[in-house]
């Protein structure tokens, strides 16, 4: 075989071998980063949807006995500056038991429906009386019946029906789950004060917080950023109590404090120092601590580390 047969027939040998390789399929690629990325959004949005809840509140609150503007606005989880502006009351220690107060500005006050009272039946005409004079020529007149004389009936017309004008009654505007629902890890929980937790959260027992005991003037902080909606003793049962409201979502709340150091409207931080400890309406020195979530007690053991 000549030299340039050799160099045939190898060149032909390297064809055949680059084709049957290509004609193999290649293994499929997983594109691991892709899924494991999609796999982490799934999960972080079922958690923040887990972690949503229900805004339970009402459209209208109806005032009852025992109410007041403080302790709706507590127990809904507002402002109770924002309620007053919003129901138009001047005075925010005086509400009526029966009075409605609404909570969300797209909430309308029911209105009574007109009631339809029937209409009054129409009179009916009588026919007129004519006197004549007495004479022979009006008696045969009247005795003598004409022929094209009918007896004249008087159908009593159909009373008009007034249908009364019906204020529709306005629907309440829903409560929705929006952007306002915050998710519970947006806000970094921190003690508010140091001290043996003397008495927990329970349900059962409608202890709607945490008791820490503590001394005579220990600095009570703020447990998270936010504003401070009420600082006062109007609450029965809290003594000095300071509520705090974190966002759309959160209040917490500082009770039996000896001094307040913040004002309604103030911004505070957390760990800010707001109230000194105190017995105020207690049997004992210590901080009744609660976390609210639209205004319900919920166990600040949820949020923060009471250890």
Not at 52 to 64: F, G, I, M, S, T
Not at 116 to 132: F, G, M, N, R, T
Request: hydrophobic share 35%; charged share 25%; aromatic share 6%.
């Amino acid at each position: 075989m000549s030299r340039a047969h050799r160099i045939f027939a190898l060149l032909t040998a390297t064809v055949v071998l680059v084709g049957c390789a290509s004609s193999k399929q290649r293994a499929p690629v997983a594109e691991r980063g892709g899924v494991a990325a999609k796999s982490v959004v799934a999960a972080e949005t079922a958690r923040a949807k887990a972690q949503r809840e229900k805004d339970w509140r009402p459209a209208v609150h109806v005032v009852q006995k025992g109410d007041t503007l403080y302790s709706i606005a507590f127990n809904y989880g507002f402002d109770y500056h924002e309620l007053a502006e919003l129901n138009g009351i001047k005075d925010p220690g005086v509400i009526q038991v029966g009075q409605q107060i609404r909570l969300f500005p797209g909430a309308s006050r029911p209105v009574p429906v007109a009631e339809s009272k029937p209409s009054e039946p129409a009179i009916k005409d009588q026919p007129k009386l004519v006197k004549y004079a007495y004479s022979e020529a009006a008696v045969a007149q009247l005795s003598t019946p004409e022929k094209n004389d009918k007896s004249t009936v008087v159908t009593p017309a159909k009373p008009e029906k007034i249908e009364p004008k019906l204020q529709p009654k306005p629907e309440p505007k829903p409560v929705e789950e929006s952007a306002e629902v915050e998710p519970d890890a947006d806000i970094e929980w921190s003690l508010p004060t140091q001290g043996n937790v003397i008495a927990g959260f329970s349900e059962a027992a409608n202890r709607k917080g945490i008791d820490i005991a503590g001394k005579q003037g220990q600095p009570i902080n703020a447990s998270a950023p936010g504003k401070v909606v009420y600082s006062g003793s109007g609450l029965r049962g809290y003594g000095k109590l300071v509520i705090i409201k974190h966002n759309n979502t959160f209040l917490s709340a500082y009770a039996h404090n000896d001094k307040v150091l913040v004002k309604e409207g103030q911004s505070v931080t957390r760990g800010q120092k707001i109230a000194e400890m105190g017995n105020t309406d207690a049997d004992q020195v210590k901080l009744h601590f609660e976390v609210r979530r639209f205004g319900k007690p919920v166990d600040p053991a949820k949020y923060l580390s009471l250890k």
